[in-house]
C-alpha cells in the first residue's frame, strides 16, 4: 500500500544544499525529470541493445545465413514495430487499458496452455509455439497481461485489502495457474519472474510476513523437485558455481562467459572485438548477450547497463510512490520488479551466480516476443508519468509556449 511505497521515499534533508547537490536536488524535483529518466533510460538501452545485437549475432549470422546483418535487421524490425507500440501504449487512456484487462489474461493463458500441450521444444523448455510463419514466446507477453490483471484487481478492491482473503483471491490463484502452465513448459526463468510478480504484488497491497515465508519456503522445494525431474537442469545447477568441473559439458556456456566478462577487464576490448562471440559462446546474442558486452565494452559498459535498469526502477517507483489512483500505483509496481528481476536473473545468470535457465536480458537481448511487450510496458509507465498532475501541467505551458512562438514567427 502507499506505507510501503511511503518507506522507500528518500529521507528529507535540510533544504540549505550548494553546489552539486543543490543542482541534482533542483533536477530531481521537477515535474518531468521521472517522465525524461523513463524515456532516457529506455532510448538508451535499445540503442545498446541493438549496438550489441549487431556485433554478438554478426559471426553467427554469417555463418548461418551467409549475410552478416541478418539478426541485427530481424531486430530492427522488432524494434520498428515495439517503438510505435510504445508511443501508443503511452497514449492510451487508463480506462481503455482497464479495459483490455481479462481479454489480456485469457487470451495470454490459452497461449500458455497451447505452449506447454503444442509448444516448440529448444534448449529443453517448450516455451514457443508456432503461429503460422512466426514463432513467438507466449510467457514473454503473459509478464506484461499479469501485471495489468493483477493491477485491476487490486485497484477494484482497493477498500477491502484489509482482509487476507481479498489479497489473495483470485490474483494468486490466477498467477499459480499461469505458473503452472510454464512449469509444465519446463521454463523455470519464466517461472521465477513470475513467482516474483505475484509477491511483489503481496507486498505493495501490504500482505503480511508470514506470507512470505511460506512462499519461499513451498517454491524452494518445487524449485528442487523440478531440477531433480530433468537431468540437464539438475546439471546445470549442480555445475553453475564451478562451470569449469564440467567444462566440456554443461559448463561449458557459463564458463565462456565468465571468460568473456574476465577479458573486458575495464574498458573492454572495443566493439566488435570479442573473442567469445567466434562460436565458444552459445546464445552469445540472445541469453548471454550480456557477456559479449562485458568482453567488448568492460565493466564500464556492464556497470552502465545496470545503472540504466535502476534508474528505470528508481523512476517507476516515483510514479508509483506519487500517483493517487491504485492501478497506476499497481501496475508501475509490477512492471519495475518484471524488469528489475529478469535484469537481475540474467546478469546472475552470466556471473555464474545462477544456473543458466534462459531468459533474456530486457531491451538488449534480441527477440521480438521479449521486446515488444517490454516496450509495451515501458510505454504504459512512460505514460504514467506524462499525467502526473505536475507534469501534465508542464507538458501543456511547453506546448502553449510553442504555439505562441510559431505565431509569433508568423
Not at 293 to 314: D, I, K, M, Q, W
Not at 350 to 371: C, F, K, M, N, T
Request: aromatic fraction near 10%; charged fraction near 15%; proline fraction near 5%.
Amino acid at each position: 500500500m502507499r506505507a510501503r511505497l511511503g518507506a522507500l521515499r528518500p529521507a528529507r534533508r535540510p533544504a540549505a544544499r550548494t553546489g552539486w547537490t543543490a543542482a541534482v536536488k533542483d533536477a530531481l524535483d521537477r515535474p518531468l525529470t521521472t517522465y525524461y529518466l523513463l524515456l532516457g533510460a529506455t532510448a538508451l538501452l535499445l540503442t545498446i541493445g541493438l549496438i550489441m545485437v549487431l556485433s554478438a549475432s554478426s559471426v553467427y549470422a554469417y555463418r548461418e545465413t551467409g549475410d552478416s546483418y541478418t539478426v541485427v535487421r530481424r531486430q530492427l524490425m522488432w524494434v520498428a514495430l515495439g517503438i510505435p507500440c510504445a508511443f501508443i501504449a503511452s497514449r492510451v487512456p487508463i480506462p481503455w487499458v482497464r479495459r483490455l484487462t481479462y481479454p489480456a489474461f485469457a487470451v495470454s493463458l490459452a497461449l500458455l496452455g497451447a505452449t506447454a500441450f503444442m509448444g516448440v521444444e529448444i534448449n529443453g523448455n517448450k516455451n514457443w509455439l508456432v503461429l503460422g510463419p512466426i514463432q513467438v514466446q507466449p510467457s514473454e507477453i503473459a509478464k506484461l497481461s499479469l501485471v495489468i490483471w493483477a493491477s485491476h484487481i487490486y485497484a477494484v478492491k482497493e477498500r477491502r485489502l484489509g482482509r487476507l482473503n481479498e489479497m489473495l483471491v483470485p490474483v494468486v490463484p490466477g498467477m499459480a495457474l499461469a505458473t503452472g502452465l510454464v512449469v509444465v513448459g519446463r521454463d523455470l526463468g519464466t517461472a521465477l519472474v513470475f513467482f516474483a510478480l505475484a509477491v511483489a504484488m503481496l507486498w505493495i497491497v501490504g500482505a503480511p510476513g508470514r506470507l512470505f515465508a511460506l512462499a519461499l519456503a513451498g517454491v524452494s522445494v518445487l524449485a528442487l523437485a523440478l531440477a531433480a525431474t530433468s537431468p540437464t537442469r539438475l546439471a546445470r545447477i549442480a555445475t553453475f558455481a564451478d562451470p569449469f568441473k564440467d567444462y566440456h559439458g554443461t559448463g561449458w556456456q557459463p564458463a565462456h562467459g565468465l571468460y568473456a566478462m574476465a577479458s573486458g577487464g575495464v574498458f573492454g576490448e572495443g566493439i566488435g572485438a570479442s573473442q567469445q562471440k567466434w562460436g565458444q559462446l552459445p546464445e552469445a546474442h540472445t541469453d548471454f548477450i550480456f557477456a559479449v558486452l562485458g568482453e567488448e565494452l568492460g565493466l564500464v559498459g556492464t556497470l552502465l547497463v545496470v545503472g540504466l535498469f535502476f534508474v528505470l526502477a528508481y523512476a517507476g517507483i516515483r510514479v508509483a510512490r506519487e500517483t493517487t489512483q491504485p492501478f497506476v500505483r499497481y501496475c508501475s509496481f509490477g512492471i519495475v520488479t518484471w524488469l528489475l528481476v529478469q535484469m537481475m536473473i540474467n546478469v546472475g545468470m552470466v556471473l555464474a551466480l545462477l544456473p543458466v535457465i534462459g531468459i533474456p536480458l530486457p531491451l538488449v537481448s534480441y527477440g521480438g516476443s521479449s521486446l515488444l511487450p517490454t516496450l509495451a510496458a515501458l510505454g504504459l509507465l512512460i505514460g504514467f508519468a506524462r499525467r502526473e498532475p505536475a507534469a501534465e501541467r508542464a507538458l501543456k505551458q511547453r506546448r502553449r509556449a510553442r504555439s505562441a512562438g510559431v505565431s509569433a514567427r508568423g
